[in-house]
């Protein structure tokens, strides 16, 4: 079964740093991209970028590009979402996706979702 | 990269069907046949109900169906149930360097 593990809700200060996590299971890892999307509180879902774990291309969306980082641990089958300095901004919930390397895929699994709190 | 332009609400009675419309430009939804459709129950993550315009994944039940014409997408849910009440967001894959953009997403009512 396939599934994508997000670590535990964050409460940072602006500022901050911060790494999210979420593990990938229940099927090759580096054979499929994975992804990050963002959900502002009541709002609705933005793409923020997408990694392959195979060989380490990455596509931001522009609106993000700059302010996060995403990598992956192959080794332990994680993905990876960074902030060196965060933002009120950037509260939100955080899913994470998976996506089949065939152009134009679709998003088929996601995570739980990281809610993210950044407050002073 | 905007968003793509979908109804703020739609709303129907239980067994009616209901449409839910997705406009992108020529350079997204016109462009591929790459659009995907995901139901989102509050405090719950999205799921993939319909890719390619109008593919199910295993699982989705065949009264959800897809339909694109120009640089507009279509979801129809058919005999509509309680459970189908939710937020539907559309999604179209833009190219290689930026893939995807999301439409602003739909609340759907059952009456």
């Known amino acids: 079964e396939v599934q994508l593990v997000q670590s535990g809700a964050e409460v940072k200060k602006p500022g901050e740093s911060l790494k999210i996590s979420c593990k990938g299971s229940?099927?090759?890892?580096?054979?499929?991209?994975i992804g990050w999307v963002r959900q502002m509180p009541g709002e609705g879902l933005e793409w923020m970028g997408i990694?392959?774990?195979?060989?380490?291309?990455?596509r931001y969306n522009a609106s993000f590009r700059g302010q996060i980082s995403i990598s992956t641990d192959n080794s332990i089958t994680t993905a990876y979402l960074q902030w060196s300095r965060l933002k009120a901004s950037d509260t939100a919930i955080y899913y994470c996706?998976?996506?089949?390397?065939?152009?134009?895929?679709?998003?088929?699994?996601w995570g739980q979702g990281i809610l993210v709190t950044v407050s002073s | 990269q905007s968003a793509l332009t979908q109804p703020r609400s739609v709303s129907g009675s239980p067994g009616q069907s209901v449409t839910i419309s997705c406009t992108g430009t020529?350079?997204?939804?016109?462009?591929?046949?790459?659009v995907s459709w995901y139901l989102q129950h509050p405090g719950k993550a999205p799921k993939l109900m319909i890719y390619?315009?109008?593919e199910r994944p295993s699982g989705v039940p065949d009264r959800f169906s897809g339909s694109k014409s120009g640089n507009t997408a279509s979801l129809t849910i058919s005999g509509l149930q309680a459970e189908d009440e939710a937020d539907y967001y559309c999604?179209?894959?833009?190219?290689?360097?930026?893939?995807?953009?999301f439409g602003t997403g739909t609340k759907v009512t059952v009456l």
């Open positions: 996706v998976r996506r089949p390397t065939i152009t134009g895929a679709p998003l088929d699994y």
């Open positions: 999604c179209s894959y833009a190219g290689t360097y930026s893939p995807y953009v």
């Open positions: 990694f392959n774990p195979g060989d380490s291309d990455a």
């Open positions: 020529s350079s997204d939804v016109g462009r591929y046949n790459f």
């Open positions: 229940g099927y090759t890892f580096t054979n499929y991209w």
């Open positions: 390619d315009v109008s």
